[in-house]
């Protein structure tokens, strides 16, 4: 399996409250990427990153902020914690774009 | 962008059973990917398949790029195969995967 961690794996917060969500990986893989799962919507892309201070956004960015300061480390912010951000986040690393491996995930609920 | 269907969306099987999965997308891709969901929550990579044929055991997996599709199938299905199977694209030049919306796959003893 590839060595992807994501912190914390469950969180409750209140509206309004900033979060931050970690993926760490021991594979030096290049693009690392954030998806939201939700039910009716499948995997959808919050953003990704393609190397070390260069990301970019995905089709629901919405709401949402991302670093990469260091290869093996991608955070998630939600500036402002809102009830629609209530998911199950999932991180995924890509060695070359090609097969992507999922985290655990972490599940946010947001009151 | 591009469209992702799977079908079917709910499939019940008994153990023991064959069956198969349906993607079709709507543009040429330049990677098509399966995956299973467990009842966990935890994503597995079934297969990185943007043309051809692999196996992996009892599943196995065909994409026809030409004519927009993937099959997924699972022969001897085992209770352990129960969850959502996804298929996902990533079509021109960006890394932006798409997912479909799943087959949820329940395998009864």
């Known amino acids: 399996d590839a060595g992807i961690t994501q912190s914390p794996r469950h969180k409750v917060t209140e509206t309004g409250t900033p979060v931050t969500l970690r993926c760490h990986q021991t594979?030096?893989?290049?693009?690392m990427y954030w998806y939201r799962q939700d039910p009716g919507h499948g995997l959808r892309l919050i953003h990704y990153?393609?190397?070390?201070?260069?990301?970019d956004k995905g089709e629901v960015s919405d709401g949402y902020s991302v670093s990469r300061s260091k290869t093996e480390d991608f955070l998630l912010t939600l500036e402002s914690a809102t009830s629609s951000q209530t998911s199950v986040y999932f991180c995924?690393?890509?060695?070359?774009?090609?097969?992507?491996?999922f985290g655990p995930g972490t599940r946010l609920t947001v009151l | 962008g591009i469209q992702v269907e799977q079908s079917p969306p709910d499939l019940i099987l008994q153990e023991g059973a064959n069956s198969t999965l349906r993607c079709n997308f709507s543009?040429?891709?330049?990677?098509l990917q399966w995956f299973h969901q467990n009842p966990w929550g935890q994503l597995i990579n079934l297969f990185y398949?943007?043309?051809g044929t692999k196996q992996n055991g009892r599943l196995s997996a065909t994409t026809v790029a030409t004519e927009r599709y993937s099959l997924l199938y699972i022969s001897s299905s085992q209770t352990t195969d129960s969850g959502v199977y996804f298929c996902?694209?990533?079509?021109?030049?960006?890394?932006?995967?798409?997912f479909g919306k799943g087959t949820l796959l329940t395998v009864n003893p």
């Open positions: 995924a690393i890509s060695e070359r774009a090609d097969t992507q491996y």
């Open positions: 594979e030096n893989h290049r693009y």
């Open positions: 543009d040429s891709v330049n990677n």
């Open positions: 990153s393609y190397g070390v201070k260069d990301t």
């Open positions: 996902a694209v990533l079509g021109g030049s960006n890394y932006k995967l798409t």
């Open positions: 398949i943007p043309s």
